[in-house]
Nanobody, 123 residues
């Protein structure tokens, strides 16, 4: 069984900062958490990729958040973080964590989603 649980988020004024965290857990020892990512979905829009990080720490960012957001992870805790600085009203969205988990017993990778956390940036 796999769980992906986000925390953080909330309401902040434009120019402010917020941090999100996401912990992934798997009950079976043969599971390994590979890449993790943050997505977001604003009202009336499609879900979009915000940032990704591999197990080895390589990162990628969506262009609009480059230089403002930082994704990081702690493999020992199976946790990924998103530090968001210089927030803008257009960053308002529900932010979702995604974890890519490998079942080493059958060599199958499955992606799991968290429940989402609201980030609201007021102007």
């Amino acid at each position: 069984q796999v769980q992906v649980v986000e925390s953080g988020g909330g309401l902040v004024q434009a120019g402010g900062s917020l941090g999100l965290s996401c912990a992934a857990s798997a009950s079976a020892s043969n599971f390994r958490i590979n890449a993790m990512a943050w997505y977001r979905q604003a009202p009336g829009k499609q879900r979009e990729l915000v940032a990704t990080i591999t197990r080895f720490g390589s990162t990628n960012y969506e262009d609009s958040v480059k230089g403002r957001f930082t994704i990081s992870r702690d493999n020992a805790k199976n946790t990924v973080y998103l530090q968001m600085n210089s927030l803008k009203p257009e960053d308002t969205a529900v932010y979702y964590c995604n974890a890519e988990i490998l079942d080493r017993s059958i060599i199958v990778t499955t992606r799991y989603w968290g429940q989402g956390t609201q980030v609201t940036v007021s102007s």
